[in-house]
C-alpha cells in the first residue's frame, strides 16, 4: 500500500478541566536515564488499512500492555468513531467506562476499512466488562513525561501531525513545516532511546508490514509543535481515584484524590452556594452518597 493510501484519523482532544493530570500520579518519580534504551515488550502487529481508526489501534496496543490479550479495534473504535476519526481521550476512556472486547468476542475485519469498522460488536458493551481498567491520565506534552509514562505505567497514546513528505521513511519520521500538515496519527509510545543523539520516544506502528515496525519520534518532533494529546491508563488496583465532598465549618465544596486518600494536598472545589455545588458535583462526578470529609481549622 502506497504511503498516501494509510489510514490515520487522530483528532485533537477539547480541553477538560476534569481531566486527571499524570503529573500527581508521576510526582517524586526518578528522571528517565536516556542513557539506557528502555523497551516494553513488542505487541502482535496491527495494520489499519485504509480506515481512520488509529486512536483505536493505539489504545488496543496499550490495553495490551496492560492485560497480554487480541483486543479487537472494530469494537473499540465503533463506539468512538466521530464522522472521521476519534478523539484520543475517547480511546483510553472507553477502557474505563466498558473496557473492550477480544478478538474473539468481536473479530476485525480484513483489510479494515472506514466503513467495516464502524460495524458494532454483535455483542453488548458489557461483553468487555472483564478487562476494564480503572482511570486515564493526561500526560504531559513532553518527550520526558512520555518516556516516564512509558517506564512507570506500560506506555501512552499520543497524536503527531505530519505530511507524506516528511513521512517518506515510516521509521524515521522527521517533523513537517506547519503549513505543510495535512493529517494527524495516533501512535503507541512502548521505549525511548537517544537517536543520534536526541531523545527519542519509540512507537508501536498501526501501519506494520513486513519492512516497518515501529517509529522514532525524536525530540526535534516535540520541540517543534507537532506532538498532541497525550494519556496513560492507570492499571486497576495500582492508584484508587476517590471522589469527596468537603466540609470547613459549613462551607462545602468537592474533592477528587487521585491516590484515593482524600489529602490536603489535593485540590477543593469550594462551593459558592447550594447551585454552585450542584453545579460541582455534577462537573466533577462526585455521586450523591460520596464521603465528607471535615476539614481541619
Not at 175 to 199: D, E, F, L, R
Not at 263 to 272: L, M, P, S
Request: with cysteine; glycine share 8%; charged share 20%.
Amino acid at each position: 500500500m502506497e504511503t498516501t493510501q494509510l489510514g490515520t484519523g487522530a483528532i485533537v482532544d477539547m480541553p477538560d478541566s476534569r481531566d486527571y493530570q499524570y503529573a500527581f500520579v508521576a510526582a517524586g518519580a526518578a528522571p528517565v536515564d536516556w542513557s539506557q534504551e528502555f523497551r516494553l515488550p513488542e505487541p502482535p502487529d496491527e495494520n489499519q488499512g485504509s480506515s481512520d481508526s488509529c486512536v483505536a489501534h493505539s489504545s488496543s496496543y496499550l490495553h495490551w500492555q496492560l492485560k497480554g490479550k487480541p483486543y479487537s479495534r472494530r469494537d473499540l473504535f465503533s463506539r468512538i468513531a466521530l464522522d472521521f476519526g476519534a478523539e484520543l481521550r475517547m480511546g483510553v476512556k472507553q477502557l474505563t467506562k466498558t473496557g473492550q472486547q477480544t478478538k474473539d468476542e468481536c473479530p476485525d475485519p480484513k483489510p479494515q476499512t472506514p466503513a467495516n469498522m464502524r460495524v458494532k460488536s454483535d455483542k453488548p458493551d458489557s461483553a468487555g466488562a472483564d478487562d476494564l481498567e480503572t482511570e486515564f491520565f493526561s500526560v504531559g506534552n513532553t518527550i520526558d513525561q512520555i518516556a516516564q509514562a512509558v517506564r512507570d505505567h506500560k506506555g501512552c497514546i499520543f497524536g503527531v501531525v505530519g505530511n507524506w513528505n516528511t513521512w517518506g521513511d515510516l521509521t524515521n519520521p522527521e517533523p513537517p513545516s506547519p503549513n505543510t500538515v495535512n493529517w494527524s496519527h495516533a501512535i503507541h509510545a512502548m521505549g525511548y532511546h537517544m537517536h543520534n543523539g536526541q531523545k527519542c520516544v519509540i512507537a508501536k506502528s498501526s501501519w506494520c508490514n513486513p519492512s516497518h515496525k515501529e517509529h522514532h519520534i525524536k525530540e526535534n518532533y516535540f520541540k517543534a509543535g507537532m506532538t498532541f494529546s497525550p494519556w496513560a491508563v492507570v492499571p486497576k488496583g495500582e492508584y484508587m481515584v476517590k471522589r469527596y465532598i468537603v466540609n470547613k465549618n459549613g462551607k462545602l465544596g468537592v474533592l477528587v484524590s487521585v491516590d484515593g486518600d482524600g489529602v490536603f494536598a489535593d485540590t477543593i472545589f469550594w462551593a459558592k452556594s447550594e447551585a454552585h455545588l450542584a453545579v460541582l458535583k455534577r462537573e466533577y462526578e462526585i455521586p450523591d452518597n460520596a464521603p465528607t470529609i471535615n476539614y481541619p481549622n
